[in-house]
């Protein structure tokens, strides 16, 4: 049974930085796209940032300067590590794994950035 668990979400203040984690098991295919997304109240989910299984990274225009992906291929995992964030970061945080023809993921995580 594959599950992907993100962790690492909270409250911070604008300026303020917090990383994410999601950690994947169940999954014995090779992972070529891993990627964040978030979704604010009322709003459509949208893609935060993506990281192939070469090592290239993209970024939404709002995230780009301030967020960092990275991935571990031994154990499953991704990280979006957020600097500098602002009230509009507020928003759930799903991961994203993708294998050939399949796509897994996780429950989210609350972000909330507030004084």
């Known amino acids: 049974q594959v599950q992907l668990v993100e962790s690492g979400g909270g409250l911070v203040q604008p300026g303020g930085s917090l990383r994410l984690s999601c950690k994947a098991s169940g999954i014995s295919s090779t992972i070529f796209n891993m990627r964040w997304y978030r979704q604010a109240p009322g709003k459509q989910r949208e893609l935060v940032a993506t990281?192939?299984?070469?090592?290239?990274?993209e970024y939404a225009d709002s995230a780009k300067g301030r967020f960092t992906i990275s991935r571990d291929d031994h154990n499953l995992t991704v990280d979006l590590r957020m600097d500098n964030m602002r009230p509009e970061d507020t928003a759930k945080y799903f991961c994203n794994m993708q294998t050939l023809g399949t796509e897994y993921w996780g429950q989210g995580t609350q972000v909330t950035v507030s004084s």
């Open positions: 990281v192939t299984r070469g090592g290239v990274v």
